[in-house]
């Protein structure tokens, strides 16, 4: 599967962005979806994750209120909804798909999108 990822951008602190993902193929419904990031000088660390169904989230505590991650099977697309966004969340965001029920680090991951640079300004 190939991931796009897009909806990045500058946003003031306490503002909101939603991020995107776009999936080829015919499987994505198949896959667990992640978000990722990284801080430059920093390891890509976790998110938020869903379910293949999307019944099923997960975030990091420090997203977890503020962030949303859902899932459009039909679309192929997952999203990062993200609100009261703060400084410590400038970083590049990445989608990610893999196949583990419970997956919280990036070797659990099989494929990746680009990444899309989000930036918040204090």
């Known amino acids: 599967v190939q991931l796009q990822a897009s909806g990045g951008g500058l946003v003031q602190a306490g503002g909101s962005l939603r991020l995107s993902c776009a999936a080829s193929g015919r499987t994505f419904s198949s896959y667990v979806m992640a978000w990722f990031r990284q801080s430059p000088g920093t390891e890509r660390e976790f998110v938020a994750r869903?379910?293949?169904?999307?019944?099923?989230?997960y975030y990091a505590d420090s997203v977890k209120g503020r962030f949303t991650i859902s899932r459009d099977n039909a679309k192929n697309t997952v999203y990062l909804q993200m609100n009261s966004l703060k400084p410590e969340d400038t970083a590049v965001y990445y989608c990610a798909a893999g196949n583990y029920l419970v997956a919280f680090t990036t070797a659990q991951y099989d494929y990746w999108g680009q990444g899309t640079l989000v930036t918040v300004s204090s």
């Open positions: 869903v379910a293949r169904s999307g019944g099923v989230t």
